[in-house]
């Protein structure tokens, strides 16, 4: 896996406060503090590795794609891509924000309900959905079902009781600039149909009874740091006909590190609905479903130092890793990184996880200042995705959620116990 290059020079406290949640500021004693709690006081309370998520910055966000994209073009919705973050307390604070929300199969599907979401603001996804699935979305009256192939016309069509709006996904040929695993509309993606299947597709369910199409949907890959590909997409699926309905997906990536320059939701906006004034009809509602832009610069991952060994660099290993962010592993993405107590500056280090293989890296060559055994390291950015994709590797205990706000906070998650990694078994 190749460990992308960190920064020559050790970044200034500024630059790294910079990839923090807004507000995230310095205290007396020169320990971070994350939505009015000093880190110093979460780690002794919740433990650590624990993720803090800047509940006001999650509420900002998600205030300002609602309000950017309804002041583009009144009749959109934005839909929160669940699987950035499908955690209840994140579907609930979400829903209190009027978003709508994407799931993907049934477990999302369940939390959303469990987190107060209404089903009529549901949006199924799902390359491979089961009839079982399809019957929980059903049963439970959402609003979308997004059609990703015959299958799912074939299914709905037996198991639906009354009419069931939905869109069906089209792949539209487009590869953005980013990680080939998180790349989907490219000509050969599992996801959707291409063009003229897809055309097929909505043939056929216009001659349905028991389904109603209201439109299309295009979702072309995750971490894109360009409008470019986004517009390209929405003349792409214009090409297919005129709907109701147009599902621009998400896909806006997020700033990990200091060379990140994503594109605000302002610019991605005004790209999309810039695109979708040229080529959509006026009348039509646009959705968009953001995920990782959405939550991922509220999230911070705390985690003690356990060890700090010699070397060139110093490996700094602590007491999480690969169980609680795939990211690094999976997608070789760049997390920066700093001692929580003194900020900014040192010199640089391995920051390695607990787990047993040598790709358990967070952050291969970040600076760290003076970094020892009990230290406490924060992690920026890791709001979305990192929670989706946690894990027991080695029997590690997945990390409590935390929501900070004002200068308290709440557990919504608790820390798994060694009893909840026997719970499953039968004996
Ligand atoms: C259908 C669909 N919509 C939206 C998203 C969200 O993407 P992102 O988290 O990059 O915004 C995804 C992510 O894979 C997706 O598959």
């Known amino acids: 896996m190749p460990i992308p290059a960190a920064p020559t020079a050790p970044p200034s ?15 007396d004693e020169g320990a ?10 979460l780690a002794e309370r919740f433990g650590t590795p624990a993720l803090i998520i800047d509940e006001a910055a999650v509420r900002a966000r998600a205030r300002r794609y609602a309000d ?34 994407d799931v993907a199969g049934g477990g999302e599907l369940a939390l959303a309900l469990a987190g107060g979401v209404d089903p009529a603001r549901i949006v199924v996804h799902g390359n491979a959905k089961t009839d079982a699935e399809l019957r929980m979305a ?19 069509e037996r198991l639906v009781t009354k009419e069931q709006p939905v869109l069906v996904r089209v792949t539209p040929g487009i590869r953005p600039d980013t990680h080939a695993a998180v790349a989907t509309g490219q000509e050969g993606s599992k996801f959707g149909l291409g063009p003229a299947e897809a055309r097929r597709a909505v043939a056929r369910l216009r001659g349905s009874s028991r389904l109603r199409l209201d439109g299309v949907h295009v979702h072309i890959g995750s971490q894109i740091l360009d409008t470019e590909p986004f517009a390209r997409a929405v003349e792409a699926v214009a090409g297919l006909g005129t709907f ?30 810039g695109a979708a004034r040229r080529v959509l009809p006026p009348e039509a509602q646009i959705i968009v479903e953001p995920g990782r832009s959405m939550v991922a610069e509220a999230g911070v ?8 060994k010699p070397g060139e660099p110093p490996f700094v290993a602590v007491d999480g890793g690969m169980a609680d962010n795939l990211e ?25 996880g607990r787990h047993c293989e040598s790709g358990d890296t967070l952050s291969a060559g970040v600076p760290l200042r003076a970094p020892r055994p009990g230290d406490l390291i924060a992690v920026p950015v890791t709001g979305a995705y990192c929670y989706s994709l946690g894990n027991n590797y080695n029997g590690a205990l ?18 798994e116990t060694y009893g909840d990694l026997l719970r499953r078994d039968v004996t």
């Open 244 to 273: 109701a309905v147009y599902d621009l997906g998400g896909g806006l990536g997020a700033r990990y590190t200091y060379d990140d320059h994503p594109p605000s939701v302002e610019e991605y906006l005004d790209a999309l609905v």
């Open 13 to 27: 406290q500024a630059a790294l406060l910079d990839l923090f949640p807004p507000g995230t500021a310095i205290g």
């Open 138 to 156: 059903v049963e439970a009256g959402v609003g979308l079902i997004v059609v990703d192939n015959f299958d799912d016309i074939d299914r709905l």
């Open 32 to 41: 971070l503090v994350i939505g009015g709690c000093p880190v110093t006081d």
């Open 398 to 415: 997945r990390p409590p959620v935390v929501f900070c706000r004002d200068g308290e906070a709440r557990e919504v998650v608790r820390r």
């Open 328 to 352: 690094v592993a999976l997608y070789g993405q760049r997390f920066e990184a700093t001692v929580a107590t003194r900020v900014g500056g040192g010199d640089p280090c391995h920051l390695v």
């Open 301 to 308: 991952t705390l985690y003690r130092v356990a060890t700090v």
């Open 68 to 101: 950017g994209l309804a002041a583009r073009w009144a009749n959109s919705r934005v839909a929160f891509a669940s699987k950035a973050f499908p955690c209840t307390a994140v579907y609930r604070l979400l829903a209190e924000e009027g978003l709508s929300i």
